[in-house]
């Protein structure tokens, strides 16, 4: 029987140590996880109980949200998504917390002015390239 995820109500102490992390390791590769983000994932979990350490936070509902707003949008989708795993698979909670994601950035695309295009266009030697350059802004040119 799983114990139901009530963060302000848990009355132990969860600990990271090289058992967990061992434990974690093996849970994200029997769900077919690449290397890269078993990695990613065991690195945010370590850096999540860092923090709670350092700063001597302990376990409430708001952990995790707090911890996302000192991240200041660095990878903070990934340190939610690592350690919701973390505690639903490895520890055996449910999950009863709904965790707060940022809103995605919209980002404006870079224009860039005629000169700076003149100044790529003349830095060009090969007149290939030259050509592969000016197709490319044609073309960028008569999608607007």
Not at 25 to 44: D, F, I, P
Not at 75 to 82: D, E, F, G, T, W
Request: net charge positive; glycine share 2%.
């Amino acid at each position: 029987m799983k114990k139901r995820l009530r963060l302000a109500v848990l009355d132990i102490d969860l600990k990271w140590d090289a058992s967990h992390h061992k434990q974690l390791q093996n849970e994200l590769r029997a769900r077919g996880y690449s290397a890269k983000t078993v990695k990613a994932y065991c690195g945010q979990v370590q850096r999540f109980f860092e923090y709670r350490r350092q700063n001597n936070v302990r376990w409430t509902d708001h952990v995790v949200r707090d911890y996302s707003l000192y991240l200041l949008d660095l990878y903070v989708n990934q340190a939610i998504s690592a350690i919701k795993f973390y505690l639903i698979h490895v520890m055996g909670y449910r999950e009863n917390v709904s965790y707060v994601r940022p809103k995605k950035k919209n980002k404006l695309p870079s224009i860039l002015s005629l000169d700076e295009i003149m100044l790529m266009l003349t830095a060009v030697k090969n007149l290939k390239h030259k050509a592969i350059f000016l197709c490319y802004i044609f073309f960028r040119l008569t999608r607007w």
